[in-house]
């Protein structure tokens, strides 16, 4: 399992939170997907064999949610 870290532009609505959470867990691959509202950054733990954290970090942004960095570990 990898663990990806995208800060987002600051989020406006705590259902934002839900939309993205609810959109990446449904992805396969994605064990778990967070995000924070006050920091404004989406936690993923994801399988790189199935899904890579560009595709994730793709899928926000269609979300309607510009990512200022990402982080793999």
Same mark, same amino acid.
């Given at each position: 399992?990898?663990? #990806?870290?995208?800060?987002?532009?600051?989020?406006s609505c705590p259902s934002c939170i839900?939309?993205?959470?609810?959109?990446?867990?449904?992805?396969?691959?994605?064990?778990? #997907?967070? &995000?924070?509202f006050n920091s404004s950054k989406a936690? &993923?733990?994801?399988?790189?064999?199935?899904?890579? #954290?560009?595709?994730?970090?793709?899928?926000? &942004?269609?979300?309607?949610?510009? &990512?200022?960095?990402?982080?793999?570990?």
């Open positions: 399992m990898k663990k #990806a870290v995208f800060t987002l532009e600051p989020l839900k939309k993205i959470e609810s959109t990446l867990s449904k992805l396969n691959g994605v064990q778990e #997907a967070k &995000v924070l936690r &993923v733990m994801f399988d790189a064999e199935t899904i890579q #954290a560009d595709e994730l970090q793709n899928t926000i &942004v269609k979300l309607g949610y510009p &990512v200022l960095s990402q982080k793999v570990s």
